[in-house]
């Protein structure tokens, strides 16, 4: 089966920092994907951790475990336009499909 | 590229009717993704097609949903008869062949705007 958990809501202050987490069980595993996506928007892709460890991309970085089936979503110097859904997404063994976690909506204030 | 194009962006209709959904994938993408996105189940894999042909259609969630793909730069989703809980968000998304990425380095979908349905 397929299980992807995430919280479903989290606050923030502008030009803080906020770790989103993701753990997942799933019968396959070819990757993890962070997708974010505004309110009456489309999801869009942020970032993609195949291997172990941490990779940083700007304000943003994403860390995968695969041993412990564990992700988070790291997001430095907050701003406004941060305020989003945050999807966590496992893709499948055959590479060709992703399952999504539900999101985490992330508000963030002055 | 224009990117993935949706068609309508809204629908209402009544119980009962029919309803379908269109899309137009990335040109050159070889996979196309129907997802539906509500508040309680979050973004849901309906179907996937390669090259115009369904791979998985385990998340179709009963008969009255269908979804074709007659060419390469087309695919329907249809709703047969259409019921108020499947008001929801539908999207489209499409990408390449793994391995070769726009992007070179990561196999990423790409979504539509989304079809926003209400069944009344």
């Known amino acids: 089966g397929q299980n992807i958990d995430q919280p479903t809501e989290m606050t923030a202050t502008e030009g803080a920092i906020v770790q989103i987490n993701c753990t997942y069980q799933t019968s396959g595993f070819n990757g993890l994907f962070w997708y974010q996506q505004h309110a009456g928007e489309a999801p869009t892709f942020l970032s993609y951790?195949?291997?172990?460890g941490l990779e940083e991309k700007g304000r943003f970085s994403s860390f995968l475990s695969r041993s412990k089936g564990y992700s988070y979503l790291l997001l430095k110097e907050l701003q406004m336009k941060d305020s989003a859904s945050y999807l966590c997404a496992v893709r499948n063994q055959a590479g060709t499909a992703l399952i999504f976690g539900k999101g985490t909506t992330l508000s963030v204030s002055s | 590229d224009a990117g993935v194009i949706q068609s309508p962006r809204h629908e209402v209709t009544e119980m009962g009717q029919e309803v379908t959904l269109r899309c137009k994938p990335i040109?050159?993408?070889?996979?196309l993704f129907w997802y539906r996105q509500t508040m309680m189940r979050g973004l849901e894999l309906l179907i996937y097609?390669?090259?115009?042909?369904?791979?998985?259609d385990s998340g179709m969630p009963e008969d009255r949903f269908s979804a074709k793909m007659p060419n390469a730069s087309f695919s329907t989703l249809k709703i047969q008869p259409s019921e108020p809980r499947d008001s929801a968000v539908y999207f489209c998304?499409?990408?390449?062949?793994?391995?070769?990425?726009?992007?070179?380095?990561?196999?990423?979908?790409?979504f539509g705007p989304g079809t926003r349905l209400t069944v009344l």
């Open positions: 097609f390669n090259n115009n042909v369904p791979i998985d």
């Open positions: 951790n195949v291997l172990d």
């Open positions: 040109s050159g993408h070889d996979y």
């Open positions: 998304a499409s990408r390449p062949t793994p391995g070769q990425g726009f992007d070179g380095s990561t196999d990423t979908q790409y």
